[in-house]
């Protein structure tokens, strides 16, 4: 049997006495589109440093094809951050150049293109975009790369909706059959459509892995509703009706 | 074209759906090539997955033929598609009787405002 894309077993990660994620396993497959979802502070963006070796785990494993996190699997897996990284000065064509240099996988054509379609050139400098530019610029060379693994932390967190429909049409046509996609976001109506499957965080824990579509038959409501009520939070009931109704679910 | 997915049903039923109804209202054509699967997602802002299992159920409706070489092609078995085309518009009759009985009309109270109704658009 093929070896799953991504196997993360019994991950466990805290930062000074605080838990961010307990234990956690998941596998994805390839040629998805998965969604990680959850509130702020679920440990959605500690979970993708992990899968990215930008932090190690206390416990448990992560296999990237097979793999742990290291040299090797940055040639396999492209990510893009919460946080913009490249420098003010640098211009549109540095930062292609930028991304030859570190990535083989890189396609200059493909960016180009992208580039093009955005009327965003190869002279423009950083420092006098916009913010919603920066974030396309930036998903722009994330996407050009030829990976097996996309990990994109929030890519549409900070921009209007014209510009988040530019970016989820980036990310389904420009993603190979073979790669995954794995994205994190709160703004779960937004991207739902385009979604495979979903993974659900809530306090470090997955409460639920499933695909768009069956939830939608077993619910008959959408994905975003159902977060809305497993996550609603009211002043004197905490946590506790989220727990019932996820066992109604699984 | 125009696509619309809704919050409650499973996406791929919404567009096995609305790509039956552009098969059934002659959009496109008996023999017509189809766009690629990835086209089509792209346009509908959906994921291409999804796409490609609205299209096997079209495949299984037999509205849609596969063909190694030519990609995919609405039927030219013309009969299928308007045998597909009567279920539709069996579908939708049933669903506005079960909306009117819903309100609590009657046969004869139905048949009444149908006919007016017609009338007026006349």
């Known amino acids: 049997m093929e070896e799953k894309l991504l196997n993360i077993k019994s991950l466990t990660k805290s930062f000074g006495g605080k838990t961010a994620l307990k234990d956690v396993s998941f596998e994805l497959d390839r040629g998805r589109i998965v ?21 190690s ?14 040299t090797y699997t940055k040639s396999l897996v492209s990510y893009l951050p919460d946080r913009m990284y490249f420098a003010d000065w640098m211009r549109v064509k540095d930062l292609i150049k930028m991304f030859e240099d570190f990535y083989s996988d890189f396609s200059r054509e493909k960016a180009l293109k992208m580039l093009h379609g955005l009327a965003i050139e190869e002279k423009d400098r ?4 916009s913010k919603g530019t920066k974030e396309k610029v930036q998903l722009v060379m994330v996407m050009s790369r030829e ?64 695909s768009v579509d069956s939830i939608r038959e077993k619910e008959g409501r959408s ?28 | ?11 791929r039923t919404q567009l096995t759906e609305q790509l039956a109804s552009c098969i059934t209202s002659g959009k496109y054509k008996p023999g017509e090539r189809l766009p690629s699967v990835r086209e089509l997602a792209a346009e509908a802002g959906v994921n291409p997955n999804t796409m490609q299992r609205a299209f096997a159920e079209l495949e299984g409706m037999g509205l849609v033929v596969t063909n190694r070489t030519a990609g995919r092609k609405v039927t030219e078995d013309t009969e299928r598609i308007s045998r597909v085309r009567e279920e539709q518009v069996r579908n939708h009759i049933d669903k506005f009787f079960k909306n009117m009985r819903g309100l609590g ?9 149908l006919l007016q109704a017609l009338e007026e658009v006349k």
């Open chain 1, 126 to 129: 950083i420092k006098n975009m």
């Open chain 2, 105 to 113: 009309y009657g046969t004869d109270e139905i048949k009444k405002v």
């Open chain 1, 147 to 210: 990976a097996m693994l996309y990990v994109l932390d929030e890519p549409i967190g900070g921009v209007d909706p014209a510009a988040r429909d530019f970016i989820l049409r980036t990310i389904i046509t420009n993603y190979s059959e073979n790669s995954t996609v794995l994205m994190s976001t709160h703004l779960i109506s937004d991207v739902e459509k385009i979604l495979d499957e979903v993974i659900f965080l809530k306090e470090g824990s997955v409460i639920l892995k499933e």
């Open chain 2, 1 to 11: 074209m125009e696509w619309k997915i809704d919050e409650s049903l499973p996406i």
């Open chain 1, 57 to 70: 785990p206390d416990a448990g494993k992560i296999y990237i094809n097979g793999s742990q996190p290291g």
């Open chain 1, 35 to 55: 969604g990680l979802l959850g509130p702020n502070g679920s440990g959605k963006t500690t979970l993708i440093k992990l899968i990215n070796g930008l932090l």
């Open chain 1, 223 to 250: 994905v975003d509703q159902l977060f809305r009520e497993l996550f609603s939070v009211t002043p004197n009931l905490t946590g506790e009706r989220g727990e019932e109704q996820i066992q109604n679910v699984l």
